[in-house]
Structure formats: C-alpha cells, structure tokens
C-alpha cells in the first residue's frame, strides 16, 4: 500500500480491500480540505487520487497525483511563479502518500464552431433522445445527457452541463434547443423547452432543461440502454459514453477522485471541481483516438461489462477533457448523486399518486386566514430551502427544516374532521424526502436497534392529515411518514404523552368545542437547547410545542400547549416524567424564536397566573380552557 504510518503502533488485521478503501476515504477528506491550497498555485490543474506512474508506466501504488500545465526543473519554478511538489504528503494521522506530477490540463468539451457535415446526432430528432445536440440559444452546442425527472413535481427534463444549457451569459428560462445553435440555426423550430435549474461550483458542471415543446425517448443514442440508477465509480471501472461529437466512445476510470481547477473565461473566471477522471480503454480504442472532443461535454458516462457491454447505470456526467494539444487522452466527469441532489432530479420516473397536486398548509383554511410562522431572523439562514422558500409542502401539511438539528423546526397542519378517512399504514415505510437534501434529514440510523429506547413520533398527526377524497387521504397518509415530519421521542415521553392530554389535544377541541365547519389548524415541533442530549451524533430535543387555532361562533380561538420535563428551568432532568402545560403564545414565541401571524396573538386569551410555581399541569382532558 502507498501509505506509511510515521508512528510504531502495530496495525490490527485487516484486508488489503478494507485497508485500501479505508486509505481512499481519508484521501478524499484531505483532497477536499486541502485541494483549494494546492490549486492556488497557477500551475497545477488538479490534484486527485491515481496509482503513481514510474517510467512512463503506471504501477499499483496509490499516490496524490497531481497534475500541471507544465512540468519544469526546479530552475524554471520561479519563472512560473510554482513551487515543487514534495514526494511524499502527510495526510493526517501520521499517514503519508507519495506523490505523482504529470503534465495535463483541462478544459470544457464545449463546440467552439460548426463542423461541415451533419451525422444524425447534430440533427433535429424526432423524438428527442440522449446522446445527441443541445445548447442554450446563446451557446454553441453540446451533448444531451440523459432524462431525468423533477423531484417537486415529477416532469420530464434534459440533464447536460452549465456550459451547454447555461453558459456564461445565460439565466434561467432562456430557450434551450434540439439541436444546438452550431448545428441548426432554425432556433424557433427547434425549442425544446427552457433553463431550469443550473450549478458550476464545487459540486460539478451541471444544468436541466424542460422539456415542453418536443417528444421525448429515455434511450440513449448508439447505447440503447436507459440510466436507472446511479454508482460511484472506482479506480479502473470501465465505462462508455454516447456523445454529439465523438458518438460512442469507451473509457477506463484513472482517476476516482480529483478535485481540478479550469478556467471558464470571463466573467465566470477560475471554478474548482470535485469529479474523476477517465482515459482510454485500450481494449475499444476510440476513433482518432478521442475519447472525447468539444461537443461531447453534457453526455453520461455508463458502467459497462467486462465484454464492454453497457448497463443501465450511470457513472458520471461529462463536461470536459484535456486541454487542446495535451498529449494524454483524458476526459473528466461529475458525481451523479451529488448532482441530482443539487438539481432536485431523479432518474426514475414518479409513479402517477406521487404527481398529485401537493398544496401543503392552507393559510385560507379558516374564516380568519392565518399564515404560516415567520422564523426570526437568528434562525431563518439554518432554515432547509426548496425552490427559493423555507416552506416545504406536502399534502395537508408544510413545515420548515433545520440545516443544523434536521428536525422540523415547526409542522403547520389544517384538520377537516367532516373529512376525515380511517386509513391503516400497512406497506408505508419512513422515508427521507428527496426533494431535500439527504445531510439534513435524520433518517432510521437513530432508531433502529432491539435495545434503541427511542420512537420516531409524528408532529403532525396522521390521524389528522388523513381527509378529503381517498386518493387525497392516502396521498397525506403516505406523506405524513417523511422524516421530516418526524422526531426522536424517549419510550417515557411517549408513556406520559402518547397515552395522557398531549396525544389528544386535537381529539378533544372537537369533542369539547362546537368548531366552525369542524375545521381546525394545528402547528407544532420541538424546542431546541444548545444543551439537549446527544445520542449517535444528533441532538434530542426534549420539549415540544403545539398550538391550536379554530373558531367558535365566528370568533377566532388560539390555544397553546408545551410539553416539559419543567416549566421554568431549561436543564434537562432525568428523572421527572413529561406533563403538559396550557401557555401563552408568547411563552412558545420565546422558546423556539418564531412569529406567529398577529390575529393569533389576538386570539390567546388565557389568563395565567404570575408565578410558575402556580402554574399546574395538565392531568386531564377537562383541564383545558377552551373559552
């Protein structure tokens, strides 16, 4: 193995795969966190994870390779204002790792101008496909990657890269044609839809269109597979791509990881680039020998079999190769997941339940509207967002999620009970949202475990967003089982509050109170203290707060509730079991740094006592003041 340890402590058993994979991870860490500093230097291109060439031949040790415009002595550094790379780089923990310099750089595979003849994939195509010619009206051209789906909404779009559908002066819902403007200048003819989403930055070279003026097949072109899923691609894997320029063209994986610096001109300047690197397969050499060329940047690479044989599983997302006159062949391409997570697209096609108009919280819901809460200003930059707001819908319900404790950081919900449906939640797993990112989501990880004390509790009930038509009730059920609606409640939270007051709270307004048109809206979520419990990694809140709004005879009622191991102190004591308090709003407003809209504030009429000391809990139903 390349990496030595400088310290004498004796190494347990271990696999050379398992050490291996465990000396690629800490690889990546460090290219991520200490990248940038290398590629400040103006000569060095990239800096990745690759087996140390000796002799012009490539070896089995892995090494830090780096790759630069010009390879020079140490006498010409200063005149390219470099420095010498040492050989061998400790990459923390007393690990070090030779080191690798060859001669390379890179550019974007964009077309710079039209060729002379017109092959098919330059063509209008009718359907459109992957594979072939696309461009932003005010690009050249580029390759059509593949067809993915919205992650909101579930329409269609075309995944190519930010130089191909965006460009340097592009914004989005610019024209995006089939094909390119270098190949067909009848841009009116050949719409295919608009810019929709577009990122260049560390994440990769990427953008969507819609696809909303043409037909369209998922096919890729001279491949004839379809991407289905997606894989992480490792040192020596064999992949193949079908692009506008080069058409189809196999490659070997050089590179699984690299961090790389490339210049995308004025006024976008200089980006860095997380990707791998591929070069060519000896076993299919391309034609020309270029395995790719300008024109090509947009197409996916798929994995393949030994024999070459594509599969239905996409490595990466192509968007450039080595500079003009740069001896070796290389080609260079995105991490799919990270970028379907950063366009909020999927490859596989919604099921039609799934497409169901989502309308989430209703703030005319009531007689009095009454809109969702407003997060003070210390918290709204930690607040989760999704086409530009904070406010995640799902059928019945929106929420707002924390970056930082990935729990909602409050549930807002409207209850029909002329409507309400008696569904069961058979089949219906915990799922994370993939609208949303994955890092901000807790998931089963916390819970799972024969001896794990903790539950994963619904904010928003599901017996309460489970109405309207049966296809709308299911569609709510289903939703109401994200983990974004989810939090971690201890097994002595749920005895003193599943089974007492708090669990009924909804219950008991309609049992108790004549509701207008017996429609009520609820918001609820956790209390979070710089000090909650730690458990794997994630804070546990240990209160809860739940506010309930409805009207009675045409006046509007506002009740809130807290949920605490103790009213006045915010230490977390062990012991005490949970009780229910009856608050004012502004007691919640203060906890969890939120504005509820003033006609609430209005509609809290409870009077409580000065000291907390005489403040009692909530032991019954009967106990709450309902007027």
């Given amino acids: 193995m390349a990496a030595k340890k400088r310290a004498s402590a004796k190494q347990g058993p271990s696999s050379a795969a398992g050490g291996q994979e465990e000396l690629l991870t800490d690889l990546k860490q460090f290219i991520r966190a200490r990248g940038s500093r290398f590629l400040s230097d103006p000569n060095v291109s990239s800096i990745g994870i690759g087996y140390k060439e000796k002799n012009g031949r490539r070896s089995r040790e892995l090494s830090l390779q780096f790759t630069v415009d010009r390879k020079v002595g140490p006498e010409e550094m200063e005149s390219l204002a470099t420095v010498e790379i040492p050989p061998v780089i400790d990459i923390g923990g007393g690990v070090e790792v030779p080191t690798d310099v060859v001669q390379r750089a890179y550019q974007p595979h964009v077309l710079v101008m039209a060729e002379g003849e017109t092959p098919e994939r330059q063509k209008r195509l009718t359907p459109v496909r992957p594979g072939v010619s696309v461009g932003n009206v005010k690009v050249s051209a580029g390759t059509l990657g593949c067809v993915v789906f919205d992650r909101n909404d579930g329409s269609p779009s075309v995944l190519s890269n930010w130089h191909v559908l965006n460009g340097r002066n592009g914004k989005l819902g610019d024209a995006v044609v089939q094909p390119g403007k270098a190949d067909d200048s009848h841009l009116a003819l050949n719409r295919l839809g608009a810019l929709k989403r577009a990122h260049l930055g560390r994440i990769g070279d990427c953008a969507v269109s819609t696809i909303t003026d043409r037909d369209f097949a998922t096919d890729i072109l001279g491949l004839d597979v379809t991407p289905a899923k997606t894989g992480e691609p490792q040192i020596d894997d064999k992949v193949v791509k079908s692009g506008r320029t080069t058409g189809v063209t196999h490659g070997v994986v050089s590179r699984p990881f690299v961090k790389v610096s490339i210049n995308y001109g004025a006024p976008v300047g200089v980006r860095e680039i997380e990707c791998f690197e591929i070069g060519p397969d000896p076993k299919h050499p391309a034609d020309g020998d270029e395995i790719s060329l300008p024109g090509d940047s947009g197409s996916v690479w798929m994995f393949t079999t030994r024999s070459g044989k594509p599969t239905d599983v996409l490595a990466g997302l192509h968007f450039g190769g080595e500079s003009d006159g740069d001896p070796e062949d290389r080609a260079l391409a995105c991490f799919p997941r ?57 059928t019945h319900f929106s929420l707002a999620l924390s970056v930082s404790r990935r729990f909602a950081i409050w549930v807002a919900w409207n209850v029909d009970g002329g409507l309400l449906k008696k569904l069961d939640r058979k089949g219906i797993e915990f799922v994370k949202d993939p609208r949303l990112p994955v890092a901000a989501q807790v998931s089963n990880e916390l819970y799972k475990g024969p001896t794990n004390r903790l539950d994963r509790g619904h904010i928003a009930r599901r017996a309460d967003v489970v109405w309207g038509t049966l296809a709308e009730a299911a569609k709510a059920n289903k939703d109401s089982f994200f983990y ?3 939090t971690p409640q201890m097994d002595d939270f749920n005895q003193s509050a599943r089974n007492g007051v708090w669990g009924h709270l909804e219950d008991a307004v309609f049992e108790d109170v004549r509701v207008d048109a017996l429609k009520v809206s609820v918001f609820g979520g956790p209390v979070f203290h710089e000090d909650d419990r730690v458990f794997r990694g994630v804070m546990l809140p240990r209160e809860f707060w739940k506010v309930i709004v409805y009207t009675e005879d045409a006046t509007l009622k506002c009740k809130a509730f807290l949920l605490t191991q103790n009213l006045e102190v915010t230490e977390a004591l062990e012991l005490d079991e949970f009780r229910v308090f009856q608050v004012k709003l502004s007691e919640i407003q203060k906890r969890i740094h939120l504005r509820f809209p003033a006609a609430m504030a209005k509609a809290d009429t409870l009077v409580v006592p000065e000291s907390v000391e005489e403040r009692t809990p909530l032991e019954r139903q009967s106990d709450i003041d309902w007027s």
């Fill in 338 to 394: 990270a970028v379907f997570d950063e366009l909020k697209v999927t490859l596989e096609r919604p099921d039609p339940e799934s497409l169901a108009a989502v309308t989430g919280y209703d703030p005319g819901f009531l007689a009095v509207p009454i809109g969702t809460p407003r997060l003070n200003p210390s918290i709204k930059e930690d607040a989760v967002q999704l086409d530009g707001s904070e406010v995640v819908p799902y």
């Fill in 484 to 486: 974004t609606n989810i």
